[in-house]
């Protein structure tokens, strides 16, 4: 089999995008409209910084970057507390998103299926889980003290080449529209995996649709 390399890049910076806001005139909510989905989708394709090379892997560089900008690390007992707490508001604001919520020792993992993210052969968020992502948004911004390596994965169907675009391209799509929430981009490590990373059998339409995913993983964190 054709080994695939896996494309690591980190977001160098973070974009503002003003949301156009209407509220509803029973409840008195306040709603992003239709077009200002569909500036988010168009703002996903903003630049992004190098590649990280040299001077550490690239746990150690964001470490460093945030303890350098203020953020406290974690230590002891306090880290398994902060994770848990992390973990239950994630899994309360996600219940019947479509978006399930995995803890593996202290760290977090959110398997975001592509049918529910994204059109089929598209990086282009779905305007409806913009929600979801805004509620992901909160959780991170709380606990900032985290992490955040965000991979994407293709099923076996299609080439090498296409695979690992789209993998890194429904990666970045979801990393830039967090930042754009106000998540610190530091913390940010973007990965398109294509489809060596499987989950499931690529032989059924069931685990192929399985395989097509964004993972987030949180980890805490430490000196």
Known sequence: MLMKR????A???????????TQDAYTGEQKTSKATYGALAGAVVGALGGALIGGGDSTDRRQRAMIAGGVG???GGGIGYYMDSQEKELTQKLRSSGVSVTRVGNNIILNMPGNVTFATNSSDINANFYNVLNSVAIVLKKYDKTLIDVTGHTDSTGSDATNQKLSLDRATSVSRYLISQGTASQRFLINGAGEMQPIASNNTPEGRAQNRRVEIKLTPLTQ
Do not use: D, E, I, N
Not at 6 to 9: P, R
Not at 11 to 21: I, K, P, R
């Open 6 to 9: 896996t494309l690591a890049l």
């Open 73 to 75: 690390a974690l230590a």
């Open 11 to 21: 977001v160098a910076g973070s974009f503002a995008l003003a949301a156009c806001q």
